[in-house]
Nanobody
Framework: QVQLGDSGGGLVQAGGSLRLSCATS????????MGWFRQAPGKEREFVAA????????RYGESVKGRFTISRDNAKNTVYLQMNSLKPEDTAVYYC?????????????????WGQGTQVTVSS
């Protein structure tokens, strides 16, 4: 059974940075994909970024391209989301997720396991 624990959220001013972490437990196969999603109040869950566990290939949502970076540490079974140049519209609960499928999927429906979420608030 895979479990995900995301952390690192907080309150930051616009233009600042945060790094989110997602620690995984259980057996992680190289074919898995890890993703980050976010959800603001009253809005649908939005794709942020994904990374292929083995090859390290990445994909980003349009709204975060050039500002966010997803990475993973295979030895620590941890995925990170470095968020720079944060904007108030980045405010949301951020979730890490794991897909058993290959491919950098952006739909939350293909992700089987989810972290509990971590709040990111960006003040103007």
């Amino acid at each position: 059974q895979v479990q995900l624990g995301d952390s690192g959220g907080g309150l930051v001013q616009a233009g600042g940075s945060l790094r989110l972490s997602c620690a995984t437990s259980g057996r992680i196969f190289s074919t898995y994909t890890m993703g980050w999603f976010r959800q603001a109040p009253g809005k649908e869950r939005e794709f942020v970024a994904a990374i292929a566990w083995s090859a390290g290939l990445t994909r980003y949502g349009e709204s975060v391209k050039g500002r966010f970076t997803i990475s993973r540490d295979n030895a620590k079974n941890t995925v990170y989301l470095q968020m720079n140049s944060l904007k108030p519209e980045d405010t949301a609960v951020y979730y890490c997720a794991l897909s058993l499928r290959t491919g950098l999927q952006s739909s939350p429906t293909v992700y089987s396991y989810w972290g509990q979420g971590t709040q990111v608030t960006v003040s103007s």
